[in-house]
């Protein structure tokens, strides 16, 4: 099948594939119930892909995460720039053409490439929801140190407004970067619209210290406590294991089923966690459960997300006792 005739779902299929089970099963987390559907229908189809067709995909698929990556260090004139330098004038219009088409440039770029510091003597006495609607589209690493500096009583309210934040007005959106940008004296022009929820959140304490998103969490309990349960599942992923230090991976291995929930929990966990809980047990223990992993065989991804989910709850309660450390952003000391 030539190249010209793929659809977007077919090159999605021939990328999922040739990344591997392991892989695309974290990418799936990422979808919708809908998108997963139809891409599990496509990739069932595919009964051979061609090596220059996987390669045509894996190269046109780098291309994009290399432009969209200088998109979001320089914006579109400086991605234009680069891609023209490396691929040709016509090469990089179609790449941008394709990308924005899609994805598009968020609102705020100018802000993005902003000291927090200094934004923060800029909106620190706007209103609540303007200043979760502006950090919202910031840098999880901005955005977390502009909350972490305003005053207690602000931080829970701008955090719950990011949190329930859902889509917003384009011209609401384009009124407050015209004030913004008349107060930075900057040059800009986006209209663009969905930006906070809870993953915008999530990201944001997950890289305050912990003083701070302790405080957040306790405010966000009393107004909120369905809002502040459901922080709290994504305030760690499983993933995150790695930055536990070993002392502490110990202390979790202790408290979790390691012939049922461990083996179902790393089933496709990246190489990166496995060699993390691996090199925390003896080499009989590692044994035993690599040969409980392999005996599961196929398995839902539902019953995997719940076995990661409890281990994740002991992490959590772990650390809130003080009997494990979870490396993090800001001024947390780091125990010895």
């Known amino acids: 099948?030539?190249?010209?005739?793929?659809?977007?779902?077919?090159?999605?299929?021939?990328?999922?594939?040739?990344?591997?089970?392991?892989?695309?099963?974290?990418?799936?987390?990422?979808?919708g119930d809908e998108e997963i559907e139809e891409l599990t229908l496509e990739i069932a189809s595919v009964r051979k892909v061609g090596q220059e067709a996987r390669d045509k995909v894996l190269e046109e698929f780098h291309q994009m995460l290399l432009a969209q990556e200088y998109l979001n260090q320089g914006g579109i004139d400086y991605a234009k720039d680069v891609l023209e330098r490396a691929l040709g004038t016509q090469k990089a219009i179609e790449i941008l053409d394709r990308l924005t088409a899609s994805l598009q440039v968020r609102p705020f770029d100018f802000v993005r490439k902003a000291d927090p510091s200094q934004l923060l003597n800029f909106i620190q006495n706007e209103h609540p929801q303007t200043i979760a609607l502006i950090i919202s589209y910031l840098q999880p690493e901005q955005a977390s140190v502009i909350l972490s500096a305003l005053p207690p009583d602000r931080q829970s309210d701008v955090a719950r407004r990011v949190a329930l934040m859902d889509r917003t007005s384009?011209?609401?959106?384009?009124?407050?970067?015209?004030?913004?940008?008349?107060?930075?004296?900057?040059?800009?022009?986006?209209?663009?619209?969905?930006?906070?929820?809870?993953?915008?959140?999530?990201?944001?304490?997950?890289?305050?210290?912990?003083?701070?998103?302790?405080?957040?969490?306790?405010?966000?309990?009393?107004?909120?406590?369905?809002?502040?349960?459901e922080v709290k599942k994504r305030m760690f992923l499983f993933e995150d294991i790695v930055l536990l230090d070993n002392r502490s991976i110990q202390r979790v291995l202790r408290e979790v089923d390691l012939s049922k929930d461990l083996p179902m929990a790393l089933k496709v966990a990246s190489e990166e966690v496995k060699a993390k809980v691996f090199k925390n047990m003896s080499k009989r223990a590692v044994?035993?459960?690599?040969?409980?992993?392999?005996f599961l065989g196929p398995v839902r991804l539902r019953d995997v997300e719940e076995a990661q989910q409890k281990i994740v709850n002991i992490i959590r309660r772990l650390e809130e006792q003080g009997e494990v450390i979870i490396a993090r952003g800001g001024g947390d000391e780091i125990v010895i």
Do not use: C, H, W
Not at 1 to 28: C, D, H, N, Y
Not at 191 to 197: C, E, K, P, S, V
Not at 213 to 228: G, T, V, Y
């Open 287 to 294: 044994d035993n459960l690599q040969e409980n992993i392999d």
């Open 1 to 31: 099948m030539r190249r010209e005739t793929l659809t977007g779902r077919q090159k999605a299929a021939i990328l999922l594939i040739s990344l591997g089970p392991e892989l695309s099963a974290r990418v799936f987390k990422q979808l």
């Open 170 to 229: 384009p011209d609401v959106i384009r009124e407050v970067e015209k004030v913004l940008e008349r107060k930075l004296s900057s040059i800009v022009t986006q209209d663009y619209t969905t930006a906070g929820g809870l993953e915008s959140l999530v990201d944001i304490l997950n890289r305050v210290d912990r003083g701070t998103e302790k405080k957040i969490m306790e405010a966000l309990e009393l107004d909120d406590p369905e809002l502040a349960e």
